[in-house]
């Protein structure tokens, strides 16, 4: 298994980000948390609606309902504060000076600049929330993606209707030799989240890289292994370790390129 570096992010009330962490190895991930319940000041949360974009202010002022766009703003906030942490080209980096890009399929990237203008970026990065932590992984010259799940998330559905609907046929049948439902229900969670945090890494999207077209095998500890003709073959997945309160009520895992 990689090391893991584990980051657990509180924002600061000052946004002059001094360059104090170096940037990933090739062998390491680093996992930002933050937990939205914890911030509760209007003023603060106004504060890091500065660091946005025009076009990101206009995307979380546009979520239903405060609680949605405090989410997201705080998802963005973190992207920004995090990379802005890192020693980029020995450079102290201002949050609001960053800017982002999509790929071809939409997932979002970081535009990279060098004195010979614009060129890919070799740090990556991923985000993922649910309605109580938000999750942002960042490597470097490796593609990532990241997923994190309620580890009590209700599934309304018949879980292994639902699994034939988006699963392969292997897990479908592993499953269905789960006989306890609570048991066969974390298990489909686990398999969920591993199996988004691979479409995220290849950057194309659901519908380019449909859960059915590759299955889970289940290796060694954590380790996976992807029966999947295409790229990233190589890539692997981790279980996400947790200390705090509201991740250790979380599942997550975490695909990057070898």
Known sequence: MFPFIQKMLSFQRSFSVSPSLQLPSPMETHLWFVVPDEFKSVSLLNQYMELLSPCEKENVLSMRGEQLQKQ??????????TIARYQINNRVVDPRSLKFKRNVHGKPELEWESDGGQCPS???????????????????????????????????????????????????????AISDSEVQRQEFVKLWTLKEAYVKALGRGFSAAP????????????????????????????????????????????????
Do not use: W
Request: aromatic residues 8%; charged residues 20%.
């Open 72 to 81: 997201a703003l705080l998802a963005r906030t973190l992207v920004r504060t």
């Open 211 to 258: 859960f059915k077209t590759f299955t889970i095998c289940i290796k060694n500890g954590f380790r996976r292994g992807f029966d999947h003709a295409d790229v990233l073959e190589s890539g692997v997945c981790h279980k996400i370790p947790s200390s705090s309160e509201k991740a250790l009520m979380h599942i997550g895992n975490v695909c990057k390129e070898n």
């Open 122 to 176: 070799p740090l990556h990065f991923n985000i993922s929330h649910t309605s109580s932590l938000i999750a942002c992984g960042v490597t470097v010259n490796s593609s990532i993606g990241i997923d994190i799940e309620e580890k009590q998330r209700k599934i309304k559905n018949n879980i292994l209707a639902f699994a034939r609907r988006y699963f392969s046929l292997h897990e479908v049948e592993h499953l269905s």
